[in-house]
């Protein structure tokens, strides 16, 4: 009996930016079951960091040049099963919008009361404190 673990992908690593009191989400273009919106992300390229991974990504997708703050956790993804890190980032420069236009339909830059209606099955526990930190202070 074989067993697929989440090794036998690679690894997604997903941005965590906050911007003037918001977070910001993207809206994929093809959804993954619920996973419609979420957080710039993508696959790690074999030898890349996780936290490399999540900078080149957030640039491809969203425009946006980040640097890597902090690997905020990683975990086995509940829906998808995939290996996910997120790694809080913050703006060197440039302006959000959808530069991937295969991957992405829109973005958002959502306060913190209304992410539970961008995502509705719940945050990453260490990703949902990270959040209450730095949009309620």
């Known amino acids: 009996m ?9 690894g997604i690593a997903a941005a965590i930016i906050v911007h ?15 996973l419609s919106w979420q957080f710039p992300a993508g696959e790690v390229e074999p030898g890349e960091e996780r936290e490399a991974a999540a900078v080149r990504e957030t640039q491809e997708e969203t425009g946006l040049t980040v640097e890597a703050v902090k690997l905020l956790g990683e975990r086995v993804h509940p829906k998808t099963g995939r290996l996910m890190s997120y790694t809080a980032c913050q703006i060197l ?44 202070s």
């Open 2 to 10: 074989t067993q697929q673990t989440a090794d036998e992908r690679p």
């Open 20 to 34: 003037e009191g918001r977070v910001l989400v993207v809206r994929r273009r093809v959804s993954e079951g619920q």
């Open 93 to 136: 420069g440039g302006t959000a919008h959808v530069a991937d236009t295969e991957e992405l339909a829109e973005l958002a830059w959502v306060a913190h009361g209304d992410i539970a209606e961008y995502v509705p099955y719940g945050l990453f526990e260490p990703v949902q404190d990270y959040l209450d930190v730095t949009l309620l």
